[in-house]
């Protein structure tokens, strides 16, 4: 019973943190083609930001 109430919870809290994050970027009233175009376009933007500062602590750490 704990195992699933634990559970519950974990789903809950991400739930709401999807939540959360459609309402504060406007998402919840974007069509679900918008949505995934959105969420894709983040993802790639997260990439290339990670990319970015892996290059930069590649060139810092050689530069030692």
């Given amino acids: 019973?704990?195992?699933?109430?634990s559970a519950m919870e974990e789903r809950n809290w991400v739930q709401r943190k999807i939540y959360l994050y459609n309402v504060t970027f406007g998402l919840y009233m974007l069509?679900?083609?918008?949505?995934?175009a959105f969420n894709a376009l983040v993802i790639v933007l997260i990439w290339f930001v990670l990319r970015y500062f892996a290059e930069i602590f590649k060139s810092v750490r050689y530069a030692w």
Avoid at 1 to 5: A, D, E, F, G, Q
Avoid at 31 to 36: A, K, N, Q, T
């Fill in 31 to 36: 069509d679900s083609w918008e949505r995934y």
């Fill in 1 to 5: 019973m704990v195992l699933i109430c």
